[in-house]
């Protein structure tokens, strides 16, 4: 049932060889392989062309294949290896000039180009399906939606078994069991669970460390539905916070409100990192705010596009973007606010509906 949506993206795939004089594509990155024809299993590679469009893969995935791909897709199985199946079938499509995705290829695979494949003119690509997957459709917003209601049904559940004295791999057991227990298909990536001064590395693993009264605990975490990702930051006080917590969170949160407010389609990805980062750094803390501001999200948790200060490209209408700004102290602790967003002409949804107020715990 998903086919037209599929055929439709080859289409524009399509296009997008025509302009760039490609008589077509590999595809070997697992996340695009199923973007363009719905295939969910982990080996297989997809060649597109202008007249075709086939799926490579092996015995493991011969029901799946045809369940999944079998109207968007001529499908192959081959039960000795994938790589010798495609110089085989090359010669039966009119193809010269084939591209490949050189970011998602080890150098011993490229290398099988100028070997087996030698009588092909073989192309580096990079973001060739990438690009087209920022802008999303509606049946992607919703899994994203429903994503995120998952994470967060989840999170509310953690929260009320969360006190001083759990360990972090405590909360963070009881927050994966939640996921689960949502709904969730997979962890999108390992949950980040820190607290106190472990709060301060943004990409914390969950450790052996005790939760203690007056301390922040962070937690970053996400969901998948239907293959799409969510990604959320909350950042809580156990126990009581104190005057200096609260400032430095009111500062997040108010760069979070104000780039969720001001990014739009047409921005580019710096200027929407702008607005949060020059709030934090007129009130002092730029210096703590040392990652981007966010990225694009879907069948990856992170893919583009990027809100970052190198980011020139303007956002796409249909984008879905994280808004993650944060203030990191080394030694004391850290902040981060984290939503998801979906961009549109005449600014952002936010998705994300979980509280950005300060929440005591524990």
């Known amino acids: ?58 015995f493991r995935y011969a029901t799946q294949s045809a369940a999944e791909s079998g109207h968007a897709a001529d499908i192959i199985i081959d039960p000795t290896s994938i790589w010798s199946r495609l110089w085989t079938l090359l010669p039966e499509l009119p193809v010269e000039t084939v591209a490949f995705e050189s970011a998602h290829m080890t150098h011993a695979d490229a290398a099988r180009f100028s070997d087996a494949g030698a009588q092909w003119h073989w192309r580096p690509a990079v973001n060739l399906v990438e690009v087209l997957r920022e802008q999303k459709d509606e049946s992607e917003v919703a899994s994203i939606r429903n994503a995120i209601a998952m994470a967060e049904r989840a999170l509310e559940r953690t929260v009320l078994h969360v006190k001083a004295g759990m360990t972090e791999l405590d909360v963070c057991g009881r927050l994966e069991f939640e996921l689960r227990a949502a709904g969730s298909e997979a962890f999108p990536f390992e949950c980040i669970v820190a607290s106190g001064e472990r709060s301060a590395l943004p990409h914390a693993r969950a450790s052996a460390r005790v939760l203690r009264p007056g301390e922040f605990l962070l937690i970053d975490f996400g969901a998948v539905s239907g293959g799409y990702c969510s990604d959320i930051t909350r950042t809580f006080a156990v126990g009581s916070a104190n005057a200096e917590m609260r400032d430095i969170y009111a500062i997040v949160r108010e760069a979070n409100a104000s780039a969720s407010g001001a990014v739009r389609a047409g921005m580019r990805g710096r200027d929407a990192d702008a607005v949060a980062r020059g709030y934090i750094e007129r009130r002092g803390w730029g210096a703590e705010f040392g990652h981007s501001l966010g990225h694009g999200i879907g069948l990856e948790v992170h893919e583009s596009p990027r809100l970052s200060t190198l980011a020139e490209s303007p956002l796409p209408a249909g984008a879905v973007v994280t808004i993650e700004p944060g203030v990191y102290r080394a030694g004391w602790g850290g902040v981060r606010i984290e939503d998801d967003v979906l961009v549109t002409t005449d600014g952002a949804e ?13």
């Open 1 to 58: 049932m998903h086919a037209p949506r599929h055929l439709d993206r080859q289409a524009r795939l399509r296009a997008s060889l025509a302009a760039s004089q490609l008589d077509g594509l590999l595809v070997t990155s697992i996340p695009n392989v199923r973007y363009l024809c719905g295939f969910t299993g982990s080996s297989a590679m997809l060649l597109v062309t202008a007249a075709r469009t086939v799926l490579i893969t092996d």
């Open 350 to 362: 936010v998705l994300t509906s979980f509280s950005r107020e300060l929440i005591e715990i524990g």
